[in-house]
């Protein structure tokens, strides 16, 4: 079963390729799409560690993101270079997401979604009172990258190229390990998980952590990169709702799920967004419905070739 | 063979899909001037976004009509690509790049937000695309240094010295003052400036407190302010909060000669909603439409943009109409000064525009904001409409106390 | 001055609980987060400022009629596309309704601009010593005790009302016993449908309506859900009460801006401390 999964992975790569290609290949604005899709990819993947393997819906990827953001931006702007701002910001994330992982990883189902869209929350609101850390309501200034439009838009393309692929990395480790083999227990049955010896709480604690260490330097490097950060916009529930949406989309549980998921929700947006003006939200709603509705299980998961036998014979 | 086709060939696809689906748009037309306007129009903001539609449409109407922009002898006609930048910063950073990469615009209008300004210059700035704003009037937005950001809108410190001024003539006897401000980009600066400007003025700033985005009662603070008894009740936020604002001052039977809410009063939503409650309040605006400016633009007067509006829409302008023609106005005036649409000499002509508009005087001052209008408007709600009180030339009446 | 701010938070508390009655319902009947909710609520709140500035219909007149087309929305949505996932997982449900939600928001921009409106009644105030009392918030908070009372009598003594508690309870029995089940959770969506217009058409007097509140008052939901418990209508209540006298209490002690960051984080606190929330039984998993 194993070997015959070579495929993917090249394909992967030649995706990756492309993208890392963009700058040469295309303009700046598709090297932009190019960058976001690595980046929601990235997100989508860390998602998945907690959602798609654990079954645990977690809203709280958006708190990682801000708190990344934040993190990144006030340490960059105290003087540390840029790079090491990111990591920085990686191992508070981490710290914060252990911690707070040992409290709301204890609830199950909806109470954990709603203790972790809690956190998207608090992290919002922290942000805009700390006046004195963050700026505030007012935002926060980040250090201004120099140079031109090419060479920024490099360097934060393969910078969301690389977490990409260390996600992806990370994925397949996951997946393959007794940790994925033990997530996916703890998904069918918790309890029966437990009296199998599964570690459960370590288990999950694991693959939260997971789902929030990319999280955080991607939101440092989003901060670093736009040069500008405030709390409504750092800490968006909607992040959270559309890397679930595209991890559904792609295949929730599976290695290239969330690739391909998110690969194809940028596209798409990207494609109705600017056609549609006024249009473009209520469109994406009924894509959503449509998607909840005809793909459950994912693009992935479509038994393809029964439906290519029912259209011919 | 077949798990692993089934996934080559889905992610062959999308390979496939999205390299046709994200093919080049051509771009037409080198005969044209074009300028990006990314738009809220959904999101927080579509209120605001759809104002700006409104002006942007009437000046492209003018502007065309009468055969385009004079461009060192020859007429360029304007066209100006909108999307929706959805109140959302990372879409307006996506879009900044979208209009300068793929639509080719030659220059940027900002988007309504604060933040997002900022945003959206960041990105403009490395391209080196001159970008109007035409909302933005805290120093806070242009704090980066950005060379081509500039806006029409003069900055908060210019109302606030003048309310402080009128107020200290009409009504001597008012001592205190107590803020409210909300926790966001333009209230929280106009709060801070009033803060620091009253305390200057010799007023004694008895409170200031911050309310949270999103608050559904601000009956606490409200409250709070009622048991200091200060001479003057100063509020920030958007229309939602001060419509709200307003409402509970009234259930907790709170008053103080003087009530200014920024900026509130001078929308007709603000007053619509508040009926008899709304009157004597006060307000700030960067421009009333019964001003009598003359100027050199597409329409030529205030009157005249007054009148255009008026039939178009059956109700007056407010200063964001006004301000969102304006900044079209101040781009079309540096491309005729430049004779060029090169992006760098405008940018130049921008820098050391000095000119005379239907909105105003628009000379942008080292860091891009509209140093040139002095006699901002102040507002006063009376008999249901919002009445200008200052400066003297288009003042229709006189301060009141609140009751 | 506490008596007034307590007050406050008492009579802010019984339009939360008017807020979350419906979709603590939803929830722990269903076990659907409806995404909706809050896009109801200014729904209900559209219906009844345009009656009342085309028609002069006066908001606690329109709410009845505005509640009831709600309800019919909520059915026929149920009936059609909702209950086709009541069984998926939480984020499958929640997911769809975030869909439909997207769907309401778009149209209401487009039909009604996102311009704030607020019916602009001045109902006058009362006073009660040195406390105030405004009449339309009196008025609310009756109306919104009253909707949440009655509905808890439906629910105790009503034939449908007992079908809803007995399918919470175990629809498997529950269908065992002849309920039919699907157009039971249909009306139970229907009726949090009801709620949230009703609510809408009082909330339109108190606070201008625009189509950027349906985040605010679903968020305001989810926190008085896990503060009072799932499912039941005094826990709507108790929670609702409750978190109104904290954000004003709070408000008061440690400054507005912190309100509501609080109210956060004793939902978080309670969450973990005490998940079927103050009032409620053990709630779903």
């Known amino acids: 079963m194993r070997t015959n999964r070579i495929w993917p992975y090249f394909l992967l790569a030649a995706w990756i390729l492309l993208l890392a290609a963009s700058p040469f290949l295309a303009n700046n604005y598709l090297m932009k799409i190019a960058t976001y899709i690595a980046m929601f990819a990235a997100i989508a993947m860390s998602w998945n560690f907690i959602g798609g393997y654990a079954g645990y819906p977690s809203f709280a990827t958006a708190a990682f ?51 972790s869209i809690a956190l998207v929350d608090i992290g919002s609101h922290t942000a805009s009172s700390w006046s004195s850390l963050t700026g505030g309501g007012e935002g926060l200034n980040v250090k201004i990258m120099q140079g031109g439009p090419e060479l920024v838009g490099m360097i934060f393309l393969y910078t969301m190229l690389a977490i990409m692929l260390l996600a992806f990395i990370t994925t397949v480790i996951v997946d393959r390990s007794k940790l994925g083999f033990g997530l996916r227990c703890i998904q069918q049955n918790e309890d029966a998980a437990d009296m199998l010896g599964i570690n459960v709480m370590l288990y999950k604690n694991i693959a939260f952590i997971l789902s929030s260490v990319f999280c955080g330097i991607i939101g440092a490097a989003y901060a670093s990169w736009v040069a500008y950060i405030s709390p409504l916009d750092s800490f968006s529930i909607l992040l959270t709702l559309k890397a679930a949406v595209m991890v559904l989309l792609g295949g929730a549980g599976t290695v290239f799920g969330p690739i391909v998921g998110s690969a194809a929700l940028v596209i798409f947006e990207e494609t109705i967004w600017s056609r549609f003006l006024s249009l473009h939200q209520g469109i994406l709603g009924l894509v959503i419905v449509l998607l909840i509705f005809f793909l459950p299980n994912g693009l992935l998961k479509v038994d393809w070739s029964k439906l290519w036998a029912k259209k011919n014979g | 063979m077949k798990p692993l086709s089934q996934t080559a060939r889905k992610i062959a696809s999308v390979i496939v899909l999205s390299a046709s689906l994200l093919g080049s748009n051509a771009m037409l037309s080198a005969q044209t001037i074009k300028i990006g306007t990314p738009l809220a129009l959904t999101g927080g903001l579509a209120d605001e976004g759809k104002k700006q539609v409104i002006a942007y449409d009437m000046w492209l109407n003018r502007v065309n009509s009468s055969g385009g922009i004079n461009v060192g002898g020859k007429k360029m006609k304007v066209e100006l690509v909108r999307y929706d930048y959805e109140t959302n910063a990372q879409r307006a ?230 301000a969102s023609a304006a900044a079209l106005v101040a781009l079309q005036k540096a491309i005729e000064k430049a004779k060029t649409t090169d992006k760098a000499k405008v940018r130049e002509a921008l820098a050391s525009l000095d000119i005379k508009t239907f909105y105003g005087p628009i000379k942008f001052g080292p860091n891009g904001m509209n140093t040139a209008i002095e006699g901002l408007p102040i507002i006063q709600v009376q008999d249901g409409q919002p009445l200008p009180i200052f400066p003297a030339e288009v003042s229709k009446g006189g301060l009141k106390q609140f009751k | 001055m506490l008596d007034q701010i307590i007050l406050n938070g008492l009579m802010l508390g019984a339009i939360y609980a008017c807020i979350a009655v419906g979709f603590s319902l939803v929830w722990g009947v269903l076990n659907v987060i409806n995404m909706l909710h809050g896009g109801f609520i200014i ?69 009604f601009t996102a311009t704030p409106r607020r019916v602009a009644l001045d109902m006058g105030v009362l006073n009660l010593g040195d406390m105030l009392l405004p009449y339309d918030r009196v008025a609310s908070m009756v109306l919104a005790l009253s909707l949440t009372g009655l509905l808890f009598l439906t629910m105790r003594k009503s034939k449908i009302g007992r079908a809803i508690v007995a399918v919470r309870m175990d629809k498997d029995a529950a269908s065992l016993m002849g309920i039919n089940v699907p157009q039971i959770y249909a009306i139970t969506f229907g009726i949090g449908a009801f709620m949230a217009g009703a609510c809408g058409a009082i909330v339109a007097v108190i606070f201008p309506i625009s189509t950027s509140l349906t985040g605010v008052f679903l968020g305001k939901a989810f926190v008085i859900c896990v503060i009072g418990g799932l499912g039941t209508v005094p826990g709507a209540l108790v929670g609702g009460l409750a978190l109104g006298l904290i954000e004003s209490i709070t408000g008061f002690w440690f400054g507005p801006q912190n309100a509501i960051l609080i109210g956060f984080v004793l939902m978080l606190v309670l969450l973990v401390v005490r998940p079927t929330g103050l009032l409620g039984r053990k709630g779903y998993e």
């Open chain 1, 65 to 115: 993101v801000g708190l990344g953001s934040y993190s990144g931006a006030i340490l960059q702007n105290a003087g540390l270079p840029m790079f090491l701002a990111w990591g920085a910001a990686a191992v508070i994330v981490v710290v914060f997401s252990a911690s707070i992982g040992l409290i709301i990883l204890r609830m199950k189902g909806h109470y954990f979604a709603i203790g």
């Open chain 2, 93 to 322: 950073q996506q879009l900044a790049e979208k209009l300068i990469v793929e639509d080719k615009v030659d220059f940027l209008l900002a988007p309504f937000g604060s933040g997002h300004t900022k945003v959206v210059a960041g990105v403009a700035e490395r391209y080196g695309v001159p970008v109007v704003a035409t909302s933005a009037s805290s120093e806070s937005i242009f704090d980066q240094g950005y060379k081509n950001l500039f806006g029409v809108l003069a900055p908060n410190k210019g109302s606030i010295t003048n309310l402080l001024a009128l107020v200290s003539k009409n009504l001597p006897q008012i001592k205190t003052v107590a803020i409210l401000g909300r926790e966001d980009v333009f209230p929280k600066a106009v709060a801070g400036t009033m803060n620091a400007l009253a305390s200057k003025a010799g007023y004694k700033v008895q409170s200031i407190e911050y309310y949270s985005v999103g608050a559904l009662d601000l009956s606490t603070p409200i409250s709070k302010i009622k048991s200091i008894k200060p001479d003057w009740i100063f509020i920030t936020g958007y229309s939602k909060d001060l419509i709200l604002a307003r409402k509970q001052m009234a259930d907790l039977a709170v008053t103080a000669p003087v009530v200014t809410m920024i900026t509130g009063p001078v929308y007709r939503e603000f007053i619509d909603a508040l009926g008899a409650q709304a009157e004597n309040v006060t307000s700030t605006t960067w421009w009333h439409h019964s001003a009598l400016l003359k100027g050199d633009d597409p329409w030529g007067s205030t009157k005249a943009f007054y009148d255009e509006f008026v039939g178009k829409e059956k109700q007056d302008p407010d200063y964001v109409h006004a």
């Open chain 3, 43 to 111: 729904l209900g709140g559209y219906l009844t400022f345009f009656s009342w500035l085309h028609f002069g219909i006066h908001p606690f007149v329109s709410l009845f009629p505005v509640a009831m087309l709600l309800f019919g929305l909520g059915y026929v949505l149920q009936r059609t596309l909702i209950n086709q996932v009541v069984s998926k997982p939480v984020l499958t449900t929640l997911t769809l309704t975030f869909g439909l939600e997207m769907i309401l928001y778009n149209t209401m921009n487009l039909l």
